[in-house]
């Protein structure tokens, strides 16, 4: 007799569904002055980009972020993951 298994990955955490959240998030963590224009004006570090790189929010994603009031990036991802 033959057994079937269900090898599906069993996921325990939320899957991020907004990649530019984790592109935003990224630039943060690499560069120190990206990092603390987010913290202190979210709008501005979103439409100045980072580099050559720039993000794609739309208006309610970025009033959320706008939102935030957070004193470190660690405090920030915490509350931008419950979006």
Same mark, same amino acid.
């Given at each position: 007799?033959?057994?079937?298994?269900? *090898?599906?990955?069993?996921?325990?955490?939320?899957?991020?569904?907004?990649?530019?959240? !984790?592109?935003? *998030?990224?630039?943060?963590?690499?560069?120190?002055?990206?990092?603390? *224009?987010? *913290?202190?004006?979210?709008?501005?570090?979103?439409?100045?980009? +980072? #580099?050559? @790189?720039? +993000?794609?929010?739309?208006?309610?994603?970025?009033?959320?972020? @706008?939102?935030? #009031?957070? !004193?470190?990036?660690?405090?920030?991802?915490?509350?931008?993951?419950? +979006?």
């Amino acid at each position: 007799m033959l057994r079937t298994f269900n *090898l599906k990955p069993i996921i325990t955490t939320k899957p991020i569904k907004n990649t530019e959240m !984790s592109r935003i *998030l990224s630039a943060a963590v690499i560069n120190e002055p990206f990092r603390q *224009l987010l *913290l202190d004006c979210p709008q501005r570090a979103i439409e100045t980009g +980072f #580099h050559d @790189e720039y +993000f794609q929010v739309n208006a309610q994603e970025l009033a959320k972020i @706008e939102a935030i #009031h957070a !004193s470190n990036l660690v405090d920030f991802a915490t509350k931008i993951s419950s +979006f």
